[in-house]
């Protein structure tokens, strides 16, 4: 092990973070080393582990990450070990049953080679990101082995029994091993996909932690931030992918506004009512940066894809000084392409709301029941809550009503259900859906 400094001298740089950022280039070396990833990212768990206790009271070491793979090579070794020796007494007792049988040869690849000095942790993330993963798997893989959470965790962020989390990953690791897939970055033809995937997830664990699914809060501010901070890894390792960019983009104009989406109760408040003197100004002025570098290089090349879209139309709204001076024919113009790149029900459902706040609620409430009638979103309950919203701004407050209970019976939040409750009891000021 290298030396440790004083747990001073790393104030700055608390562990928990730094052992976050490590995981994924740990991981990858000792993948690297000495493939067997189910068994390494297990390794890697339990270096992590004794970091987390070492470190607090010992100091950080010099070189943090080289402790850690030393660490959990160790570790991993140590597995490795026991697993030949359960198969030679595996072996032994086979020969011993059946006369002349031949010993299969030993599987020890400890010296496969030296880790890479880079960083593998956009390779890390395609292999956690594989198609052969369901996106739930794909989600908690990448949060474990890319984010350093732990099972429990993860099994919190998303409110299921640590044992249910536990196999799901457990599973996931398998079918990695299974599918024989080497630790590296894809080849060419399959990076686009593959890339999607990861942004896909980000996107995923973003928005559960911006707008909870279920729960008593509206929003797990830990699941946003480590979003983020992976959304950010991606674009500096792929700094001219414009919808990497345009993601990491998406996110920091959409958090802006977070402080001011609640009441210190948890209250949700919808945009036009929230207070913006509260708006995070440095994320709008980094994220609105970020789209329109991303989109200047896209247009150049005449492809401009929905993550820079989105982000274009939370630029709009973040660079609003009020809710009456919203540019919404520009939001609706932004809706209108992205409806031609994204194949999306909640696409078409918010633009019909900023058609209705252009040409007014009578124009989108048949647009609505397109939608409806394409069955994509049965059991979502945002449909009934944005017509509830333009059946109030049509001045039809009992349907208004109506229509915003119902869309409380279809949500798991609680907050939500709150919110819902509220808009149906004063169904005639309904203000925009809530965002």
Known sequence: MVGSRTASADAAHPPEDLLRRLT??????????????????????EALLA????WPSKGVPDDPRAWLITAASRRLTDLLRSEQARRRREETAARRLVPGAGTAPGADRSAAGAAADGDDTLTVLFLCC?????????????????????TAEIARAFLVPEAAMTRRISRAKRRIADSGVPFAVPPPDERPARLRAVLHVLYLVFNEGYAATSGPSLQRTDLAAEAIRLARIVHRLLPGDSEAAGLLALMLLTDARRPARTTPDGTLVPMDEQDRGLWDTGLV???????????????????????????AISAVHDEAPSAEETDWPQILALYEVLMGVSD????????????AMVRGPDTALPVLDGIEAEGRLGGDHRLPAVRAHLLAMAGDTAGASEHYLAAARLTSSLQQQRYLHTRAARAGGAGPPAR
Do not use: C
Not at 344 to 355: D, T
């Open 344 to 355: 999306n029900p909640v696409v078409a459902l918010n633009r019909a709301v900023a058609l």
């Open 130 to 150: 594989h198609p052969a993963l369901t996106p739930a798997s794909q989600i908690a893989l990448s949060l474990r082995a890319v984010g350093g959470l732990t």
């Open 24 to 45: 994924p280039q740990v991981l990858g070396a000792v993948v690297r080393r000495y493939g067997h990833f189910d068994a390494a990212e297990d390794a890697v768990q």
């Open 285 to 311: 002025a980094e994220g609105v940066e970020l789209v329109t570098a991303a989109l200047n290089r896209s247009r150049s090349r005449g492809e401009v894809g929905p993550y820079q879209l989105q982000a």
């Open 51 to 54: 970091a987390a206790v070492q």
